[in-house]
């Protein structure tokens, strides 16, 4: 897991595959921020929000 939000709010990592899936839940919705190949060195400012 990426961390937690405050309140209402949680960011999520899935791994699959190759892949990083970041995500964010609000309320009772699913909000996907990045897919990202494991290779990569994530950086902050890939995460569109």
């Known amino acids: 897991m990426?961390?937690?939000?405050?309140?209402?709010s949680a960011f999520r990592?899935?791994?699959?595959?190759?892949y990083r899936i970041l995500y964010e839940?609000?309320?009772n919705e699913?909000?996907?921020l990045a897919v990202?190949?494991?290779?990569r060195d994530l950086q902050p400012?890939?995460?569109g929000r």
Do not use: A, P, T
């Not at 990426?2 to 209402?8: A, I, K, L, P």
């Not at 990202?36 to 290779?39: A, G, L």
């Open 30 to 32: 699913v909000f996907v």
């Open 2 to 8: 990426v961390g937690s939000g405050q309140g209402r």
């Open 13 to 18: 990592e899935l791994s699959l595959y190759s």
């Open 36 to 39: 990202i190949h494991k290779r």
């Open 45 to 47: 400012e890939m995460i």
């Open 25 to 27: 839940i609000r309320d």
